[in-house]
């Protein structure tokens, strides 16, 4: 039995796989399913889809989310960014129940209604403890 054809076709397929990889890397061919069906919804997880291209992009340190239910950090965690996701949340279920997520770092924290407020401190906080670098950037988002 003539193995060629067999190599040719293993080669073949070895070839296209490395080039799609590749694709995906720099974000030319990428295939994003819409999980969300009211508009309010679908709006929530393309600022989550753009937040994630963005943080790739610009080669963010870390992405970090406020949220009560884990919604947004969920759909951010579907896209499977390089820096990793801080879930800040003051609810000790979604905490919880983030820890199953790709990429999140679930942190319990108590949430003032200052936005400004709890990113600064918070960002103070992860730089402090080495997390997050002092020269890079850092994205953040909200979920009521």
Request: charged share 20%; hydrophobic share 40%.
């Amino acid at each position: 039995m003539d193995r060629r054809p067999l190599c040719c076709f293993i080669r073949m397929a070895s070839s296209r796989m490395e080039l799609w990889s590749r694709e995906e890397e720099q974000g030319i061919f990428s295939i994003s399913v819409n999980l969300e069906v009211s508009l309010p919804d679908r709006i929530a997880e393309q600022i989550c889809n753009c937040a994630v291209e963005m943080a790739n992009n610009l080669g963010a340190d870390a992405i970090f989310v406020y949220t009560k239910y884990g919604h947004m950090a969920s759909l951010l965690s579907r896209n499977r960014p390089c820096p990793p996701i801080f879930a800040f949340t003051n609810d000790s279920d979604t905490r919880m129940a983030l820890n199953l997520q790709w990429g999140v770092i679930p942190l319990l924290v108590n949430l003032s209604d200052d936005m400004e407020g709890n990113i600064s401190k918070n960002h103070g906080s992860m730089k402090t403890k080495g997390m997050v670098k002092t020269s890079r950037c850092v994205f953040g988002g909200f979920q009521t």
